[in-house]
């Protein structure tokens, strides 16, 4: 919708230039806002090609195929007019600007990164180039290069939301979160209904301790109509650190209602608001969904692999210790049958080899595992008769 609506404020200024150089041609001008306005912007370029030669170096013109061609999808041609611009002057920023986009969409980022750098050599106010380039880098991991971009940005626009709830949000990636409060303080003194930099302000909040705060921030956001999971989480969390175990409470069993499910350290808190008012059957109800969200359903079985890891590594110790570890969350027989072969074959101990081969027969595995089965057998009465020599 931002594309049609600069096309349409710009289609006075363009065409009348067009109408300059292509008037004797009978070009049809409102036939060119009629394809803009409809978005046909391939058939607009196609049009205007058909009344101009390809050796054409008007910059008027040649921006204007380039952009159509753009917004059509085709960042192959829209490129080749755009460096027909670039050639006749490498320091026009809206040409830097167009082949930088067209990069990033073409997936071209080292380019793309070329052409910002550019754009800040020639004017270093360029908040939104600043903006850009910062994600580039996040991009490619380099969150240091990525902050020093976004501050840059931040320091030209202060009171630009976009930019500091962005900034924010690294400076708390990167942990800093004192500079991230310090950031958005300054961005709500502008605006201070806005909701994203409420969020992140309650995010700050949430990492700095500040409890009070939170719960100010998260009744600030419930009032502007945002009851969102994380809204509602870390507003029932700041309940509970300021004793208000009531709203705590209320809070959660809203945060339910809404959106059907909590996170484990959700339950936890809400375990503990209802100890604190002597609801015990409800904290005990919580404290089952902690523990039923703290323990994933493969436990087991991914202890029974790192066990499998410990005995590939010949520690055969450590892979006996962890299939061990395995049935305290499920009972899977073949760890039974590994933990046996391990101790008959590499640890040498009769006596626990015996009893978890047997513990393996009494989980009547599936006939599928008849030849384990079956080995199974066999080395029991092995190991029986050697016992008794």
Same mark, same amino acid.
């Given at each position: ?16 230039a067009v109408v300059g150089i292509a008037q004797s041609q009978e070009l049809d001008n409102g036939r060119l806002v009629e394809l803009y306005q409809n978005q046909q912007y391939h ?16 910059? !008027? ?14 960042? =192959? ?6 460096? @027909? ?5 490498? +320091? ?11 990069? #990033? ?12 750098? @550019? ?15 910062? =994600?580039?880098?996040? /991009?490619? =991991? ?13 320091? #030209?626009?202060?009171? $630009?939301?976009? #930019? ?13 979160? !004192? ?38 921030? *998260? ?18 969390? =700041? ?6 175990? &009531? ?12 959106? *059907? @499910?909590?996170?484990? #350290? ?31 359903? $493969? ?21 006996? %210790? $962890? ?14 049958? +590994? ?8 640890? %040498? ?5 015996? /009893? ?10 599936? /006939?599928?595992? %008849? ?8 080395? &029991? ?7 008794? /020599?």
């Open positions: 919708m931002k594309d049609i609506t600069y096309v349409t404020i710009g289609l006075c200024t363009w065409l009348s058939e607009a370029a196609e049009y205007l090609r058909s009344f101009y030669p390809d050796t054409i170096a008007e910059p !008027t013109i040649l921006s204007r195929l380039g952009y159509s061609y753009r917004m059509a999808g085709d960042y =192959g041609k829209a490129t080749l007019y755009y460096m @027909r611009l670039y050639d006749q002057d490498s +320091s026009n920023v809206s040409t830097l600007l167009n082949l930088a986009a067209i990069n #990033i969409q073409r997936g071209q980022y080292p380019a793309a990164i070329n052409y910002y750098q @550019r754009i800040v050599a020639i004017d270093s106010n360029r908040a939104d180039v600043y903006d850009a380039l910062s =994600g580039l880098m996040r /991009r490619r =991991g380099d969150l240091e290069i990525a902050y020093g971009y976004l501050k840059r940005a931040n320091h #030209i626009q202060p009171t $630009n939301s976009d #930019i500091a709830y962005d900034f924010a949000r690294l400076c708390m990636d990167l942990e800093r979160y !004192t500079e991230a409060d310090t950031v958005l303080q300054l961005a709500l003194a502008a605006d201070p209904q806005h909701g994203m930099l409420l969020l992140g302000k309650l995010q700050v909040a949430d990492k700095l301790k500040q409890y009070p705060e939170m719960v100010a921030l *998260g009744e600030r956001l419930v009032e502007l109509a945002d009851e969102s999971q994380q809204v509602l989480a870390l507003l029932a969390k =700041g309940y509970f650190h300021t004793d208000d175990f &009531i709203k705590c409470e209320q809070t959660y069993e809203r945060l339910l209602e809404l959106h *059907g @499910r909590m996170g484990e #350290i959700d339950y936890y808190y809400l375990a503990m608001a209802y100890k604190a008012t002597k609801q015990y059957e409800e904290a005990l109800e919580s404290m089952d969904k902690v523990l039923e969200l703290a323990i994933s359903p $493969n436990t087991a079985f991914y202890y029974g692999r790192k066990a499998d890891l410990h005995d590939l590594a010949n520690q055969p110790s450590a892979s006996a %210790s $962890n299939y061990l570890r395995s049935f305290q969350f499920e009972v899977i027989p073949m760890h039974y049958y +590994s933990l046996a072969v391990l101790y008959d074959r590499k640890l %040498s101990d009769t006596r626990n080899a015996l /009893r978890y081969y047997r513990l393996y027969l009494k989980q009547n595995p599936p /006939r599928e595992e %008849s030849r384990y089965v079956d080995y199974v057998t066999q080395r &029991i009465e092995e190991l029986v008769q050697k016992n008794t /020599r």
